[in-house]
C-alpha cells in the first residue's frame, strides 16, 4: 500500500506529479488552483527529483514553456483554472496540432467573465469540443475524488504518450478545494537523457544527432493538401480513442428503471441522490463518465430500452446533456438539472429534479 | 573551351555553403536580408560544433519556415511566443545551446511580454531579432518598428505619432534589465556588416556557453517587397533611414550598458 495522506484535491494532483517523474511545471496563479504551484515551491522538487518549476508571467506564456518542453521530450505538467484556460487556448490548439504529449488540468471555476471563484463545470464544451481553433480533440479525464486527482496525473501521462496527445484533468473548485485521504503512488525516476533519447528521437527536439534527419515540431503546413492528411492522421487517432480509451462508472445501475448521469463533483453529489431515491422506492441509478471525451457513447447507449429517462446533472446551464442525448439518439426523454455560476447544488435538490423528470413535469 | 566541371573543383572553391542549411530553396524574396540572417546563424553553430546540441525556436512572420532551412531540431513557435517557447526548452535542457530567431512584429508587438520577462529572468538563451519596421509576411502593415512617416499598408499616408504611437526602440529598452548580457544591433547588408554580425553570433554563443544570461542581436534588415523598392534600392533607404533611428553598434558588453548608451537613454 502507498502512503497515505489528507490532502487538498489541488495537493494530491501536484504531490502525484512529482512522485510520477515529471520534468516540469510552468503556471501562473489563479483561484481556486494556486495551491497547485505554492505546493510545488513549497516541495523544492528540484531537490527531490531534478523537477524544474516556473511561475510564469501570464498563461500565453506558461503554455508555450509547455510546448517548448514538451518538444524536447520533457514530461510537462501545468494547472490553471476557467479564464487561465481559456488564455490557453492558443498553446493547447498547436500542441495538438504538432501532437505533444503533456497533462494540462482545469480547476474549473464559474463564469463567464471573471464570474466567480466558486466551482463549476461549465468548461466543459470548452474541454471536450475543441476550446481552440482547429478540429482536434483532448483527452479529458474528469476526476470525482482526491483520490482520482492523484491517479489521474499518471493516467494521463500514460495516454499523452501513448498517443502523443494532450490530456486535460478537468476538476472543479469544489475537488480542488476539498481534503479526503489519498493513497499516493511511489516515487518514479524521472527519465533520463538516454531514455529520452531511446523513446523519443524519432520526433522529439533535443538536439539532431548525425545519424537522423532534423526533427521539426510545428504545426504548419501550408500545401492544404497535406494539411488535410495531417487532419485525417489526427481523426484517426481520436477514432482510436473512442475505441480503447473510454472510461466509465456504473453505480446501482443494473435494475435501474432511471439514470442520473453525472461527472465529477456532480457525481460526488448524485451518489447521495440515489441513495435518498432508492429509500424513497425509486429505482435511480448513477452513469458516470470519467472521460468527458472519449465520452461513454455506446455504453450509455446501452440503457436504451431500459431505462425510463435520464437526468442529466451538471453545474452548468447544460453542456453535458448534448453528449447524452447524442448517446442515447434521442430514444430516451433527457433532462437536465444543475445549479452554476459558482452555485452547488444538494443532493435533496437534484432528488426533487429526478422526482419531477419521473412526474414528466 | 573550359567547361563548368572544369572549374568547379576542391581546389578552386573559395566558399561553400554550410552543412548546417539544407537545400532547399529559400522562401525569401530576392534581396531580403533573412537569407543572409540565417545562415550567419548556422555557419557560427558549425564552426562551433555545436549542431547536436543546439535547438531553434521559429517564429510566425516570414521567417515561419527557418526549420525548412536551418539543419538543426527546429520548434516552430505561435506568433510572439519563441522567448516562452525557448524557456521551456531551455530550463529542461539547461545545457543545450538554444536561440530564438524572430521578427519585429513578434518580438516587439505581440510578443513584447514573453521579450521582455525572458529577458528579466535573464534565461541563458541567444535571441536573433530581425529588425525590418514592417510586418513583411502579412503583405507589409505597420510594426511596432515603423518609422515616423513611413508608409505601410495600414498607415498608407504614413506612420502619424499622434494616432499610431512611436517606433519602439525594444532593444534598448531591454538592455536595460539585469537579465541581458550581451545587446548589441547589427545589419547584413554588406560583407563588412556580415563579418560584424557573424562576429556578434560568435560572441552571443559563448555568452551562452558560459551561462551569463540572454544575448540578444538586432539585425536591422531589409524588406524590399514591404517597403515597394528594390533590393539595392531598400538597402539604400535603410541606411538613409532606419539606421539613424536604429543606431548600429553594441548597446551592452559583458552586463555593462556602452558610455553612448547609458547618455542616450537619458536624454
Ligand atoms: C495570433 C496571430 N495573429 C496574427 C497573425 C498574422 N501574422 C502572421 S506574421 C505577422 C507579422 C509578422 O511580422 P514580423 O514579425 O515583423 O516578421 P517579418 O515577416 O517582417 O519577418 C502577422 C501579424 C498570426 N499568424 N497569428
Ligand atoms: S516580404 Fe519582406 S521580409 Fe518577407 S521575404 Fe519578402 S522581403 Fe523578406
Ligand atoms: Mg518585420
Same mark, same amino acid.
Given at each position: 500500500?502507498?502512503?497515505?495522506?489528507?490532502?487538498?484535491?489541488?495537493?494530491?494532483?501536484?504531490?502525484?506529479?512529482?512522485?510520477?517523474?515529471?520534468?516540469?511545471?510552468?503556471?501562473?496563479?489563479?483561484?481556486?488552483?494556486?495551491?497547485?504551484?505554492?505546493?510545488?515551491?513549497?516541495?523544492?522538487?528540484?531537490?527531490?527529483?531534478?523537477?524544474?518549476?516556473?511561475?510564469?508571467?501570464?498563461?500565453?506564456?506558461?503554455?508555450?514553456?509547455?510546448?517548448?518542453?514538451?518538444?524536447?521530450?520533457?514530461?510537462?505538467?501545468?494547472?490553471?483554472?476557467?479564464?487561465?484556460?481559456?488564455?490557453?487556448?492558443?498553446?493547447?490548439?498547436?500542441?495538438?496540432?504538432?501532437? $505533444?504529449?503533456?497533462?494540462?488540468?482545469?480547476? *474549473?471555476?464559474?463564469?463567464?467573465?471573471?464570474?466567480?471563484?466558486?466551482?463549476?463545470?461549465?468548461?466543459?464544451?470548452?474541454?471536450?469540443?475543441?476550446?481552440?481553433?482547429?478540429?482536434?480533440?483532448?483527452?479529458?479525464?474528469?476526476?470525482?475524488?482526491?483520490?482520482?486527482?492523484?491517479?489521474?496525473?499518471? $493516467?494521463?501521462?500514460?495516454?499523452?504518450?501513448?498517443?502523443?496527445?494532450?490530456?486535460?484533468?478537468?476538476?472543479?473548485?469544489?475537488?480542488?478545494?476539498?481534503?479526503?485521504?489519498?493513497?499516493?503512488?511511489?516515487?518514479?525516476?524521472?527519465?533520463?537523457?538516454?531514455?529520452?533519447?531511446?523513446?523519443?528521437?524519432?520526433? +522529439?527536439?533535443?538536439?539532431?544527432?548525425?545519424?537522423?534527419?532534423?526533427?521539426?515540431?510545428?504545426?504548419?503546413?501550408?500545401?492544404?493538401? @497535406?494539411?488535410? @492528411?495531417?487532419?485525417?492522421? $489526427?481523426?484517426?487517432?481520436?477514432?482510436?480513442?473512442?475505441?480503447?480509451?473510454?472510461?466509465?462508472?456504473?453505480?446501482?445501475?443494473?435494475?435501474?428503471?432511471?439514470?442520473?448521469?453525472?461527472?465529477?463533483?456532480?457525481?460526488?453529489?448524485?451518489?447521495?441522490?440515489?441513495?435518498?431515491?432508492?429509500?424513497?422506492?425509486?429505482? +435511480?441509478?448513477?452513469?458516470?463518465?470519467?472521460?468527458?471525451?472519449?465520452?461513454?457513447?455506446?455504453?450509455?447507449?446501452?440503457?436504451?430500452?431500459?431505462? @425510463?429517462?435520464?437526468?442529466? *446533472?451538471?453545474?452548468?446551464?447544460?453542456?453535458l446533456i448534448e453528449d447524452i442525448k447524442l448517446a442515447v439518439e434521442c430514444n430516451v426523454p433527457v433532462k437536465h438539472f444543475g445549479r452554476y455560476g459558482g452555485m452547488i447544488h444538494s443532493p435533496e435538490e437534484v432528488l426533487t429534479a429526478l422526482e419531477n423528470l419521473i412526474k414528466g413535469e | 573551351m573550359m567547361d563548368i566541371k572544369d572549374i568547379v573543383k576542391e581546389e578552386n572553391l573559395v566558399y561553400t555553403k554550410t552543412k548546417l542549411m539544407t537545400d532547399n530553396i529559400l522562401s525569401y524574396c530576392p534581396g531580403c536580408g533573412h537569407g543572409t540572417a540565417h545562415r550567419i546563424v548556422m555557419e557560427v553553430i558549425d564552426e562551433l560544433g555545436l549542431q547536436s546540441q543546439t535547438v531553434g525556436i521559429a517564429p510566425v512572420g516570414c521567417s515561419v519556415l527557418a526549420y525548412d532551412f536551418m539543419n538543426i531540431d527546429m520548434i516552430q513557435a505561435a506568433h510572439g511566443r519563441a522567448p516562452a517557447v525557448a524557456t521551456g526548452v531551455k530550463r529542461t535542457m539547461p545545457d543545450k545551446y538554444v536561440f530564438t530567431y524572430q521578427g519585429d512584429g513578434d518580438l516587439a508587438a505581440i510578443g513584447t511580454a514573453e521579450t521582455i520577462h525572458v529577458c528579466n529572468r535573464g534565461e541563458n538563451i541567444t535571441m536573433i531579432f530581425i529588425n525590418n519596421g514592417i510586418y513583411g509576411m502579412t503583405g507589409g502593415q505597420m510594426a511596432p518598428t515603423t518609422l515616423e512617416g513611413m508608409k505601410t499598408s495600414t498607415s498608407p499616408y504614413g506612420r502619424d505619432l499622434k494616432s499610431m504611437g512611436n517606433p519602439l526602440k525594444i532593444t534598448e529598452l531591454i538592455a536595460q534589465l539585469p537579465g541581458t548580457y550581451y545587446v548589441t544591433r547589427q545589419a547584413v547588408h554588406t560583407p563588412a556588416a556580415v563579418r560584424k554580425t557573424k562576429k556578434a553570433v560568435f560572441k552571443a554563443f559563448e555568452v551562452q556557453k558560459e551561462k551569463k544570461g540572454i544575448s540578444f542581436i538586432e539585425i536591422v534588415s531589409n524588406c524590399n517587397s514591404g517597403w515597394k523598392m528594390s533590393p539595392v534600392k531598400s538597402n539604400e533607404w535603410m541606411v538613409e533611414h532606419m539606421f539613424p533611428f536604429y543606431p548600429m553598434g553594441d548597446i551592452k558588453v559583458d552586463g555593462e550598458l556602452v558610455k553612448s548608451n547609458k547618455a542616450e537613454v537619458k536624454s
Open positions: 500500500m502507498g502512503e497515505l495522506k489528507l490532502m487538498k484535491g489541488n495537493e494530491a494532483i501536484a504531490e502525484a506529479a512529482i512522485r510520477a517523474g515529471v520534468d516540469a511545471y510552468f503556471g501562473y496563479p489563479i483561484t481556486p488552483q494556486s495551491e497547485v504551484i505554492e505546493y510545488l515551491m513549497a516541495e523544492q522538487p528540484e531537490e527531490r527529483t531534478g523537477m524544474v518549476v516556473l511561475q510564469a508571467e501570464s498563461e500565453l506564456a506558461a503554455i508555450n514553456m509547455v510546448y517548448g518542453a514538451a518538444a524536447a521530450g520533457k514530461k510537462v505538467f501545468t494547472s490553471s483554472s476557467s479564464p487561465g484556460i481559456s488564455l490557453y487556448q492558443e498553446g493547447i490548439s498547436y500542441i495538438a496540432g504538432a501532437e $505533444l504529449p503533456c497533462v494540462i488540468a482545469n480547476v *474549473v471555476r464559474g463564469g463567464p467573465g471573471l464570474g466567480t471563484i466558486q466551482p463549476s463545470q461549465a468548461d466543459y464544451f470548452q474541454s471536450t469540443k475543441g476550446g481552440g481553433h482547429g478540429d482536434y480533440k483532448l483527452y479529458v479525464l474528469a476526476p470525482a475524488s482526491v483520490q482520482e486527482m492523484a491517479d489521474f496525473i499518471q $493516467l494521463g501521462f500514460d495516454i499523452a504518450y501513448k498517443y502523443r496527445n494532450p490530456v486535460m484533468i478537468q476538476s472543479d473548485g469544489m475537488i480542488g478545494q476539498m481534503m479526503e485521504k489519498v493513497e499516493l503512488a511511489d516515487q518514479r525516476p524521472r527519465w533520463t537523457d538516454e531514455e529520452i533519447k531511446q523513446m523519443h528521437d524519432s520526433w +522529439a527536439a533535443f538536439g539532431k544527432g548525425d545519424h537522423r534527419e532534423r526533427n521539426i515540431i510545428t504545426s504548419l503546413d501550408l500545401d492544404s493538401a @497535406k494539411q488535410e @492528411k495531417h487532419n485525417h492522421h $489526427l481523426q484517426a487517432k481520436y477514432r482510436r480513442m473512442e475505441e480503447e480509451e473510454v472510461l466509465f462508472e456504473e453505480i446501482n445501475c443494473e435494475d435501474a428503471e432511471y439514470l442520473i448521469v453525472a461527472y465529477g463533483s456532480s457525481a460526488r453529489i448524485s451518489m447521495k441522490s440515489i441513495d435518498l431515491a432508492r429509500a424513497k422506492g425509486i429505482k +435511480a441509478g448513477l452513469f458516470r463518465p470519467i472521460t468527458l471525451y472519449p465520452f461513454p457513447m455506446k455504453q450509455l447507449n446501452a440503457y436504451v430500452g431500459k431505462v @425510463k429517462g435520464i437526468l442529466s *446533472v451538471e453545474m452548468s446551464a447544460g453542456q | -
